[in-house]
């Protein structure tokens, strides 16, 4: 039988890896059955690479392990997936992803990765094993699929361990061993001498949680360029919607600003947002009521839509004329400018329109409910009934 492990390139699978190799009766299984395969999102810290190419892709490669990189091949289902590597000796971790990465879907939908909702990870990395599992190996002989949880992580082992594909055996040596992720950290160590970086996209909620961020933004501050595309990703969520950001809510931009040594990032920063094209878009939302409770949002349905394209001065200076035409004011922080047509209030349903100026990157896209939301947020007899 074959065993598939999920290959997330830290320090919980690594372990796993390094345990089966340097421990061979911890595994009881062949390594000509093992196949290591990695979902490469085209957003991993590049740090993260250089020890796998240093420390495992040689002993894959030694053991001649076969190993698989995989990434989607667009945005929609019917791209496929696109296969990086597949050779039993691996030189290269392709961190730089597909032709579809996880900062174009942000960018194309003017958001970022949302914390509460691992739809994203589901898509990038669950879906895209699914599929080369499903061609290469079939969908009727079982196969094993480890998973790296830790043993304490029982929440998400709970959640796996129905999913996928009919004939997967999920199986979770981690939690068989005990071992949580200092455990994992300690074994690293004392086999191969390195402390492993956690692994996690440079656009990752997660990264940025109290814990990890003094370690995200030093990876950030020694690799700028990484950062200058997370920043433009939040640049242009926020632009859209105020209320995002990296930090549940709270802007990297800010966080970087108020840290040493990230002046010549945010300098490189303010550079890309210069040579970018950019757009004036007109966002629409769609907010509806918990059932019974009017103060209470329920779903939000988002239509936007690119109106024109110029350059960063020309778009600043296009939404500074439209509010003036318009009678409204230009809501700025100083970085991002908006002209709120319709804004939101206390009670639900409701709206909001706004002009906002920002990159060209988004791509336009109403929501297929959107129509319907909007005409029920719309300001009408039971708004009034309710407010008076
Ligand atoms: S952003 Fe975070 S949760 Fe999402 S795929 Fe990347 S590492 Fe996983």
Redesign the pocket.
């Known amino acids: 039988m074959k065993i598939v492990l999920s290959y997330g390139l830290g320090a919980d699978s690594t372990a796993i890896l390094l345990r089966w190799l340097t421990e061979p009766e911890t595994r009881g299984f062949s390594l000509d059955d093992l196949i290591v395969i990695t979902a490469q999102?085209g957003?991993e810290h590049v740090d993260t690479a250089i020890l796998v190419e240093q420390h495992i892709y040689p002993l894959l490669a030694e053991h001649r392990i076969r190993t698989v990189q995989v990434a989607r091949g667009g945005r929609y289902e019917r791209d496929g997936i696109v296969v990086l590597d597949d050779t039993r000796e691996p030189i290269l971790c392709l961190t730089s992803g597909g032709p579809y990465t996880?900062a174009d879907e942000m960018e194309q939908n003017a958001t970022v990765?949302q914390?509460g909702n691992?739809a994203?990870?589901i898509k990038?990395?669950g879906w895209v094993i699914d599929q080369w599992i499903a061609a290469n190996l079939g969908t009727d002989e079982p196969f094993v699929h480890v998973m790296g949880y830790e043993a304490d992580e029982l929440d998400r082992i709970q959640g796996d361990s129905d999913k996928g594909l009919p004939n997967r055996l999920p199986t979770y040596p981690l939690l068989s061993w005990s071992w949580d992720r200092d455990a994992c950290e300690a074994f690293i160590l004392s086999v191969l001498g390195v402390r492993w970086a956690k692994?996690?996209?440079v656009?990752?909620?997660?990264?940025y949680a109290q814990g990890s961020r003094d370690r995200t933004v030093l990876r950030l501050q020694r690799n700028p360029h990484q950062a200058v595309g997370a920043l433009v990703m939040e640049y242009l969520a926020v632009a859209v919607n105020p209320r995002q950001g990296l930090l549940a809510g709270k802007q990297l931009y800010h966080l970087l600003a108020s840290t040493p040594g990230s002046q010549d990032l945010l300098a490189m920063f303010e550079d890309r947002l210069d040579e970018l094209p950019w757009a004036i878009y007109e966002v629409r939302r769609a907010f509806s009521a918990k059932r019974g409770d009017a103060m209470a949002r329920g779903t939000t349905r988002r239509s936007l839509r690119r109106l024109v394209t110029g350059t960063r001065a020309e778009m600043v200076a296009e939404i500074a004329r439209a509010a003036h035409l318009l009678g409204r004011r230009l809501d700025s922080d100083g970085r991002h400018y908006r002209v709120w047509a319709r804004e939101r209030n206390l009670l639900f349903p409701c709206v909001e329109q706004a002009l906002v100026a920002a990159p060209a990157l988004a791509h336009d896209k109403t929501h297929p409910t959107f129509d319907k939301a909007w005409q029920a947020g719309l300001l009408g007899p039971r708004q009034l009934a309710l407010a008076l």
Do not use: A, E
Not at 203 to 207: E, V
């Open positions: 999102t957003d996880l990765p914390s691992r994203h990870s990038f990395k692994s996690c996209c656009r990752c909620p997660f990264g």
